[in-house]
T-cell receptor, first 114, second 115 residues
Framework: EAGVAQSPRYKIIEKRQSVAFWCNPI?????LYWYQQILGQGPKLLIQ????????DSQLPKDRFSAERLKGVDSTLKIQPAKLEDSAVYLC????????????FGEGSRLTVL | EDKVVQSPLSLVVHEGDTVTLNCSYE??????LLWYKQEKKAPTFLFML????IEKKSGRLSSILDKKELFSILNITATQTGDSAVYLC???????????????FGKGTKLSVKP
């Protein structure tokens, strides 16, 4: 079974530039999550989708971050404009349904903002 | 504010040692507690615990939850160098209606196992 796919794996940009990350969850997984993991910290939820609807985006900095999952399958996370403090690994995860605890994580996209 | 606290933050042991990692939590609407292992890549799932006092076991790893005292432990016996990783504890919250909400993660415990 293919895992959660993410791209790009690494990205270096200057502050105020924009960046987009892509995630393709495990086939058949209805729930998709984007987490931000700053070095030395645990992952922090940015947004959770159930199919193509947003379940929780309370911790998403909406002035600069946006995410979509238009067809209920793959998703993109965009940052515009980026700040230095956005340097982190952006992890995408998926789960089979809304009530299952086990999340399957992708390998992450490491962002460095200079 | 919901929080998950792990201790110790880092730990260095020698192969063959037994280690205990701790996770305490203060959250509203607890649903379950999960342990993940994170090497240099994605976190991989270890255990999900929902009931107090029932030990979950997988090989040399085991975990138990105490919902009265609000903590969990992860034990690793006969450690090997391949156990070196960051171990993340996360608490799953319950949304209104009983469905699963957000996962709140601790900062992790970095375990280094020396030969």
């Amino acid at each position: 079974e293919a895992g959660v796919a993410q791209s790009p794996r690494y990205k270096i940009i200057e502050k105020r530039q924009s960046v987009a990350f892509w995630c393709n969850p495990i086939s058949g997984h209805a729930t998709l999550y984007w987490y931000q993991q700053i070095l030395g910290q645990g992952p922090k939820l940015l947004i959770q989708f159930q199919n193509n609807g947003v379940v929780d985006d309370s911790q998403l900095p909406k002035d600069r971050f946006s995410a979509e999952r238009l067809k209920g399958v793959d998703s993109t996370l965009k940052i515009q404009p980026a700040k230095l403090e956005d340097s982190a690994v952006y992890l995408c995860a998926s789960s089979l349904g809304f009530n299952t605890g086990e999340l399957f994580f992708g390998e992450g996209s490491r962002l460095t903002v200079l | 504010e919901d929080k998950v606290v792990q201790s110790p933050l880092s730990l260095v042991v020698h192969e063959g040692d037994t280690v205990t990692l701790n996770c305490s939590y203060e959250v509203t609407n607890f649903r379950s507690l999960l342990w993940y292992k994170q090497e240099k890549k994605a976190p991989t799932f270890l255990f999900m615990l929902t009931s107090s006092g029932i030990e979950k076991k997988s090989g040399r790893l085991s975990s138990i939850l105490d919902k009265k005292e609000l903590f969990s432990i992860l034990n690793i016996t006969a450690t090997q160098t391949g156990d070196s990783a960051v171990y993340l504890c996360a608490v799953s919250l319950m949304n209104y209606g009983g469905s699963q909400g957000n996962l709140i993660f601790g900062k992790g415990t970095k375990l280094s196992v020396k030969p």
